[in-house]
Protein backbone atom coordinates (compact mmCIF):
# COMPACT_ATOMS: atom_id res chain seq x y z
CA UNK A 1 0.00 0.00 0.00
CA UNK A 2 1.00 3.79 -0.77
CA UNK A 3 1.42 5.89 2.16
CA UNK A 4 3.03 8.92 0.44
CA UNK A 5 2.14 12.52 0.46
CA UNK A 6 0.20 13.05 -3.07
CA UNK A 7 2.11 15.09 -4.48
CA UNK A 8 4.92 12.19 -4.42
CA UNK A 9 2.91 9.80 -6.48
CA UNK A 10 2.59 11.18 -9.73
CA UNK A 11 2.94 13.95 -11.80
CA UNK A 12 0.06 16.45 -12.79
CA UNK A 13 -2.44 14.97 -14.95
CA UNK A 14 -2.21 11.72 -14.24
CA UNK A 15 -3.91 10.16 -11.41
CA UNK A 16 -2.28 10.93 -8.06
CA UNK A 17 -4.19 8.66 -5.59
CA UNK A 18 -4.17 5.40 -7.10
CA UNK A 19 -3.08 3.26 -4.14
CA UNK A 20 -3.42 5.26 -1.53
CA UNK A 21 -4.43 4.58 1.69
CA UNK A 22 -6.93 6.71 3.38
CA UNK A 23 -9.14 7.96 5.69
CA UNK A 24 -12.04 9.38 5.90
CA UNK A 25 -10.98 12.77 6.87
CA UNK A 26 -7.82 12.21 4.37
CA UNK A 27 -10.50 11.16 1.64
CA UNK A 28 -12.18 14.57 2.42
CA UNK A 29 -9.29 16.88 2.30
CA UNK A 30 -7.94 15.48 -1.03
CA UNK A 31 -7.52 17.83 -3.91
CA UNK A 32 -9.48 16.74 -7.09
CA UNK A 33 -7.03 15.25 -9.34
CA UNK A 34 -9.36 14.95 -11.98
CA UNK A 35 -9.59 11.27 -12.00
CA UNK A 36 -12.88 9.15 -10.73
CA UNK A 37 -11.58 6.91 -7.59
CA UNK A 38 -13.60 4.03 -5.22
CA UNK A 39 -12.27 3.33 -1.71
CA UNK A 40 -12.11 0.07 -1.07
CA UNK A 41 -11.17 -1.25 2.33
CA UNK A 42 -9.49 2.07 2.67
CA UNK A 43 -7.21 2.40 -0.29
CA UNK A 44 -8.11 4.80 -3.16
CA UNK A 45 -8.47 2.76 -6.47
CA UNK A 46 -8.61 4.57 -9.73
CA UNK A 47 -12.33 3.63 -11.52
CA UNK A 48 -12.87 3.46 -14.70
CA UNK A 49 -15.51 5.31 -16.49
CA UNK A 50 -19.04 3.77 -17.58
CA UNK A 51 -19.30 2.39 -20.90
CA UNK A 52 -21.98 4.39 -23.40
CA UNK A 53 -25.30 2.06 -21.92
CA UNK A 54 -24.28 2.80 -18.48
CA UNK A 55 -24.47 6.08 -19.02
CA UNK A 56 -27.21 6.03 -21.12
CA UNK A 57 -29.09 3.85 -18.66
CA UNK A 58 -27.67 6.95 -15.69
CA UNK A 59 -29.84 10.08 -18.23
CA UNK A 60 -32.86 7.90 -19.00
CA UNK A 61 -33.87 6.75 -15.11
CA UNK A 62 -32.35 10.34 -13.87
CA UNK A 63 -35.01 11.85 -16.98
CA UNK A 64 -37.97 9.48 -15.44
CA UNK A 65 -36.90 10.79 -11.71
CA UNK A 66 -36.60 14.36 -12.50
CA UNK A 67 -39.73 14.46 -14.23
CA UNK A 68 -41.60 12.75 -11.14
CA UNK A 69 -40.07 14.98 -8.93
CA UNK A 70 -41.44 18.10 -10.92
CA UNK A 71 -44.68 16.84 -10.65
CA UNK A 72 -43.92 16.00 -6.66
CA UNK A 73 -41.24 17.97 -5.21
CA UNK A 74 -40.73 15.44 -2.28
CA UNK A 75 -36.74 15.42 -2.46
CA UNK A 76 -33.89 15.92 -4.48
CA UNK A 77 -31.94 13.58 -6.56
CA UNK A 78 -28.40 13.71 -7.43
CA UNK A 79 -25.65 11.92 -9.30
CA UNK A 80 -22.40 10.41 -8.68
CA UNK A 81 -21.66 12.03 -5.32
CA UNK A 82 -19.97 11.14 -2.58
CA UNK A 83 -22.08 9.28 0.51
CA UNK A 84 -20.42 8.76 4.48
CA UNK A 85 -22.70 6.12 5.39
CA UNK A 86 -23.65 6.77 9.82
CA UNK A 87 -21.18 3.14 10.01
CA UNK A 88 -18.11 4.57 9.56
CA UNK A 89 -16.74 2.58 6.91
CA UNK A 90 -15.32 3.74 3.07
CA UNK A 91 -17.60 6.31 1.50
CA UNK A 92 -19.58 4.96 -1.83
CA UNK A 93 -20.52 6.83 -5.15
CA UNK A 94 -24.20 5.56 -6.11
CA UNK A 95 -25.01 6.52 -9.43
CA UNK A 96 -28.24 8.10 -7.99
CA UNK A 97 -29.11 9.13 -4.55
CA UNK A 98 -32.11 10.55 -3.37
CA UNK A 99 -32.92 12.33 -0.62
CA UNK A 100 -36.15 13.27 0.84
CA UNK A 101 -36.89 16.62 1.68
CA UNK A 102 -37.62 16.34 5.73
CA UNK A 103 -33.38 14.73 5.19
CA UNK A 104 -31.72 16.86 3.25
CA UNK A 105 -29.69 18.41 6.64
CA UNK A 106 -27.55 15.55 5.80
CA UNK A 107 -25.84 17.43 2.50
CA UNK A 108 -23.27 19.11 3.50
CA UNK A 109 -20.59 18.76 -0.29
CA UNK A 110 -21.13 15.57 0.12
CA UNK A 111 -23.94 13.31 1.53
CA UNK A 112 -23.21 12.52 5.28
CA UNK A 113 -25.89 10.11 6.42
CA UNK A 114 -28.59 7.84 4.90
CA UNK A 115 -29.98 8.20 1.24
CA UNK A 116 -33.39 7.43 1.56
CA UNK A 117 -33.10 5.71 -1.72
CA UNK A 118 -29.71 4.51 -4.28
CA UNK A 119 -29.92 3.34 -7.80
CA UNK A 120 -26.80 1.46 -9.15
CA UNK A 121 -26.18 1.08 -12.57
CA UNK A 122 -24.38 -2.45 -12.96
CA UNK A 123 -21.11 -2.70 -14.87
CA UNK A 124 -19.24 -6.11 -15.46
CA UNK A 125 -16.90 -4.48 -13.13
CA UNK A 126 -18.64 -3.82 -10.44
CA UNK A 127 -21.52 -6.44 -10.32
CA UNK A 128 -20.41 -8.15 -7.71
CA UNK A 129 -19.62 -5.36 -5.21
CA UNK A 130 -23.09 -3.65 -6.04
CA UNK A 131 -25.34 -6.45 -5.61
CA UNK A 132 -22.87 -7.46 -2.28
CA UNK A 133 -20.91 -5.71 -0.36
CA UNK A 134 -22.59 -2.32 -0.93
CA UNK A 135 -26.33 -3.88 -1.26
CA UNK A 136 -25.25 -4.95 2.75
CA UNK A 137 -23.98 -1.69 3.68
CA UNK A 138 -27.30 0.44 2.32
CA UNK A 139 -29.32 -2.42 3.75
CA UNK A 140 -27.33 -1.98 7.46
CA UNK A 141 -27.76 1.60 7.41
CA UNK A 142 -30.99 2.04 6.60
CA UNK A 143 -31.31 2.69 2.75
CA UNK A 144 -35.05 2.36 2.19
CA UNK A 145 -34.97 1.37 -1.21
CA UNK A 146 -32.30 0.24 -3.47
CA UNK A 147 -33.19 0.29 -7.33
CA UNK A 148 -30.29 -1.95 -10.00
CA UNK A 149 -30.47 -1.43 -13.39
CA UNK A 150 -28.32 -3.89 -15.89
CA UNK A 151 -27.58 -2.58 -18.92
CA UNK A 152 -26.84 -6.13 -20.45
CA UNK A 153 -30.01 -7.51 -19.50
CA UNK A 154 -31.71 -4.28 -19.78
CA UNK A 155 -33.25 -5.34 -16.71
CA UNK A 156 -34.48 -3.58 -13.50
CA UNK A 157 -35.09 -4.74 -9.73
CA UNK A 158 -36.41 -2.37 -6.87
CA UNK A 159 -34.93 -4.10 -3.91
CA UNK A 160 -37.34 -2.84 -0.22
CA UNK A 161 -35.84 -2.46 3.16
CA UNK A 162 -37.25 -4.99 5.22
CA UNK A 163 -34.84 -4.15 8.27
CA UNK A 164 -32.83 -7.88 8.04
CA UNK A 165 -33.03 -8.29 4.76
CA UNK A 166 -33.79 -6.84 1.39
CA UNK A 167 -37.33 -7.66 -0.46
CA UNK A 168 -36.19 -7.91 -4.10
CA UNK A 169 -39.18 -7.19 -6.79
CA UNK A 170 -38.30 -7.53 -10.16
CA UNK A 171 -40.53 -6.76 -13.63
CA UNK A 172 -41.20 -4.93 -16.45
CA UNK A 173 -42.91 -2.63 -14.52
CA UNK A 174 -41.66 -1.21 -11.58
CA UNK A 175 -43.67 1.15 -8.52
CA UNK A 176 -41.81 2.71 -5.90
CA UNK A 177 -43.08 2.02 -2.13
CA UNK A 178 -41.10 5.13 -1.09
CA UNK A 179 -42.18 8.08 -3.67
CA UNK A 180 -46.32 7.18 -4.04
CA UNK A 181 -47.16 7.08 -7.86
CA UNK A 182 -43.33 6.45 -9.15
CA UNK A 183 -43.66 3.45 -11.63
CA UNK A 184 -40.82 3.31 -14.17
CA UNK A 185 -40.90 0.64 -17.20
CA UNK A 186 -38.33 -1.22 -18.39
CA UNK A 187 -39.50 -0.12 -22.27
CA UNK A 188 -39.13 3.40 -20.69
CA UNK A 189 -35.43 3.35 -19.98
CA UNK A 190 -34.14 0.53 -22.98
CA UNK A 191 -36.01 1.09 -25.97
Same mark, same amino acid.
Not at 107 to 122: K, M, Q, R, W
Given at each position: MLVAAPSQLAPPGKPRYHGLRVTRE???? *?????????????????? @?????????TAASLSFLFYNYLKMRPVGKLTSEVDIFLPDGGDPLRPDLSF? *??????????????????? &????? @????? +?? *?? &???? +?? *???? &? +????????AEKALQVWINKGDHWEKRTGDTLASMLLEGLVIKRAEVWD
Open positions: IYLD *LEDDGFKYDVIDGVMVMA @PSGFFEHGEI *LNENLYIVAGHIHGTPDLV &VEILS @PSTLH +RD *LG &VKAE +RY *LKNG &V +REYWIADP
